[in-house]
């Protein structure tokens, strides 16, 4: 019975993952068209980008003392659904005010949700003795390959963000919803390695958290301008301006698909190294394009590189510390969006004053300063178990 509520709970838990990439990609990839909608200047778009990371990392902050007290099964059952409606209200206004509203909404429960969501993975894989967090990431992917699909159906069709969104929600809030019933919160670990199980200590994470924003410095650099980027340099339309992200989404998937694998046999370090190095071939890549097809090709390049980082990240923090996973994840997943609050207006000033092109350079740098911390990502998954499943007592949420 006890490996049918895992299985159900992994299942569950991979789902939550793929709502969130749905929900995440209709928001960013129809950036552009929000802008419209509200009549967002480009100097004000950066302020609103950066309100959203901000608010979830302060959600984030919140979910590491919520989670004393109450599962983190029961934190992602209530936030999932605000995610989704928050969605809805970006795309239901109609003045600056009521945008301003959404995207603050959008912003707490995503903090709440990111954190709780890899919480439970971080437990989960460590319940079952192997590597799955990248699988779950790969929902994540396949979410964000179906939102930004959407997204392109939406801009094709001329639909309003509104009647783009709606849809979405009504099916997968309800869903999202029954399924957070079989979520499986996993008990802490009990053989901390070295005495490093217990406290947490800020020193010990920080190469984590380094390599935490500057993944998603280059995360957000796509998310957030690869569909400008496009139109403003390459000069592409708005239909062909949300295929970059897709096709990103299309080989983190791939990446996602494959990188549990490489990590159990080759480590978590060498499969973090490859991926820095080539996420940096595939900025370079984006700064000399010269025509949307490439840069679309770019973006497909970075997606592979960058796949197989922030999971591990969040892995390798669950490693370092057994008995507190959930604080060194909550923590940790703070970083996620200080590398979007400084990456999204850091290449908008930059190619503002400068050049998109050359805005792209940085992300480049930062993804490859991470080969020098892969070490802090430890040895082979064989610290698991030998790659075995070994299920411990679980608690249904």
């Not at 604080?327 to 004053?353: C, E, H, I, Q």
Request: positive net charge; contains cysteine.
């Amino acid at each position: 019975m006890t490996d049918v509520r895992l299985r159900r709970g992994r299942a569950s838990l991979a789902f939550s993952f793929f709502v969130q990439g749905v929900a995440f990609a209709l928001l960013v990839t129809r950036i552009p068209g929000i802008q419209d909608r509200y009549g967002i200047s480009d100097g004000l778009l950066p302020l609103f980008l950066a309100a959203v990371p901000i608010l979830a990392g302060v959600a984030s902050v919140a979910t590491e003392k919520v989670v004393t007290r109450v599962a983190p099964s029961r934190v992602l059952r209530w936030s999932q659904p605000v995610v989704l409606l928050a969605l809805l209200g970006v795309g239901a206004g109609d003045a600056l005010w009521m945008a301003a509203v959404a995207l603050g909404a959008f912003g707490l429960s995503v903090g709440a949700l990111d954190a709780s969501m890899n919480m439970l993975g971080v437990s989960l894989q460590r319940t079952y003795g192997r590597s799955i967090m990248l699988g779950f990431h790969a929902a994540y992917s396949l979410g964000g390959i179906a939102g930004a699909s959407l997204a392109w159906v939406g801009a094709h069709w001329h639909l309003s963000l509104f009647w783009s969104y709606l849809p979405v929600v009504v099916v997968l809030a309800p869903l999202a919803f029954l399924g957070s019933r079989r979520y499986v919160d996993g008990e802490p670990a009990q053989d901390a390695a070295a005495g490093k199980g217990g406290a947490l200590s800020f020193r010990l994470l920080l190469p984590l958290c380094l390599v935490m924003t500057f993944a998603y410095i280059g995360d957000s650099t796509v998310s957030n301008w690869s569909a400008k980027y496009l139109q403003d340099v390459l000069g592409s339309s708005e239909e062909a301006a949300t295929v970059p992200y897709n096709a990103y989404m299309v080989t983190t998937l791939l990446g996602r698909a494959v990188g549990d694998f490489g990590v159990r046999h080759f480590g978590a370090s060498v499969v973090v190294r490859a991926g820095a190095v080539l996420a940096a071939c595939g900025f370079a890549l984006v700064a000399v394009a010269q025509s949307a097809w490439v840069g679309i090709a770019a973006f497909t390049v970075l997606g592979l590189g960058l796949s197989v980082i922030v999971p591990q990240t969040f892995a390798a923090a669950g490693r370092l510390f057994p008995e507190n996973s959930d604080a060194a994840v909550a923590r940790l997943n703070v970083f996620n969006y200080v590398g979007f609050l400084v990456g999204s207006p850091l290449v908008g000033a930059l190619g503002d004053a400068w050049s998109y092109r050359g805005a792209m350079v940085v992300p480049m740098v930062l993804v490859l300063v991470t080969v020098v911390y892969a070490t802090s990502f430890g040895a082979r998954e064989a610290r698991y178990g030998g790659g075995h499943e070994r299920p411990r007592t679980v608690d249904v949420g």
